[in-house]
């Protein structure tokens, strides 16, 4: 379940709309936390047992014992890499003061270049 909540707090943190959002948690978080291909490897695996629990394709320790298994590994780590993203998100908004992260995209030309035609 703390997966389950962290992954509902880093999607109102980290996304808008619904398509690509491990893209979109992926590249938001080290935009705010800094880059790490650790770490996007990470929250990739995050996303994957993520949409397994949510879609019934992975037993939990609720209804069986997985502390023998690989896969206990992979949750525990996913679990751990999902609230360690919510509370480092929490303290840089508190230390900065902010109230909510707000993602833009924008496009800057080289001088001198011409823009690609449609």
């Not at 962290?6 to 935009?31: D, P, Y």
Request: negative net charge; hydrophobic residues 40%; glycine residues 8%.
């Amino acid at each position: 379940m703390a997966l389950f909540w962290s992954m509902v707090a880093i999607e109102s943190l980290f996304t808008s709309g619904e398509q690509g959002l491990t893209q979109q948690v992926r590249e938001r978080t080290q935009l705010l936390l800094g880059r790490s291909k650790r770490a996007a490897k990470m929250i990739t695996t995050m996303y994957n047992i993520r949409s397994k629990f949510v879609h019934g394709k992975l037993d939990f320790a609720g209804a069986h014992d997985l502390s023998d298994t690989d896969t206990n590994d992979e949750v525990d780590q996913a679990v751990d890499t999902a609230v360690a993203i919510v509370i480092a998100t929490l303290q840089i908004m508190i230390e900065r003061g902010w109230s909510g992260i707000r993602f833009a995209t924008t496009m800057e030309g080289i001088p001198g270049s011409t823009p690609p035609t449609a």
